[in-house]
């Protein structure tokens, strides 16, 4: 139950496509839905995050839509960039600042 | 503002051994998590310190044990090495427990 599931594994998309990465939870009790960016040999970095009252948060390029009744959330990358190759994991806590449960991550691949 | 920062970068022990890893949080920040990474995998919560106690602990044995100083910066501890800790350990700060977390770089361990 404390389990959070991310596909795809891997992700190659062309400059300038649209970027897809599905998460899905079981726990109900979670609050908070952050995505984080990782690239090698750095930690992960905060990217956006949304909390179950809203359906959908959109930071420039980069959207989260919310799913309660399906218990499911997806990051949507917009315009993807070469730069935006990277890992992205999604994650779940009860609130904010409390222990994230991560996804497996989705290693985005962006051809130029 | 200076991010979490983190020491030493890599370390290499011997299977028994032990080691103590360190993490200074970002400015203003009161709240310290650690997490293990393991290759290819998301970040695993180990614990969490709030005002130098700790604050919550994940699924992981007694012989990781972890410190927090007045300063809120933070150790973590590892004995008796196990081969499967061979890992990216994660420190995040946050400035409450309902404020995002912000990871550092990470410290590489491998354990032979």
């Known amino acids: 139950q404390q389990q959070v599931k991310q596909s795809p594994q891997s992700l190659i998309v062309q400059k300038g496509g649209i970027s897809i990465i599905n998460c899905a939870y079981e726990?109900?009790?979670?609050?908070?839905f952050p995505w984080y960016q990782q690239f090698p040999g750095k930690g992960p970095a905060l990217l956006i995050a949304i909390r179950p009252d809203v359906s959908e948060k959109k930071e420039g390029r980069f959207t989260i839509s919310f799913n309660k009744s399906a218990k499911q959330f997806s990051l949507h990358i917009m315009d993807s960039q070469p730069g935006d190759s990277a890992t992205y994991f999604c994650a779940a806590s009860n609130q904010a600042g409390t222990a994230l449960i991560f996804g497996k991550g989705t290693t985005l691949s962006v051809s130029s | 503002e200076t991010g979490v920062t983190q020491s030493p970068t890599h370390l290499i022990k011997t299977r028994g051994q032990q080691v103590t890893l360190r993490c200074s949080s970002q400015?203003?920040?009161?709240?310290v998590s650690w997490y293990q990474q393991a290759l290819g995998q998301g970040p695993q919560f180990i614990f969490q310190y709030y005002r130098e106690e700790e604050n919550g602990r994940g699924n992981f044995p007694p012989r990781f044990s972890g410190l927090q100083f007045p300063n809120y910066s933070s150790e973590l501890n590892v004995n008796a090495l196990e081969l499967d800790d061979s890992a990216l350990y994660l420190c995040?700060?946050?400035?409450?427990?309902?404020?995002?977390?912000?990871f550092g770089n990470g410290t590489r361990l491998t354990v032979t």
């Open positions: 400015s203003g920040h009161n709240t």
């Open positions: 995040a700060s946050s400035a409450s427990s309902y404020s995002p977390l912000h």
């Open positions: 726990n109900t009790a979670f609050d908070y």
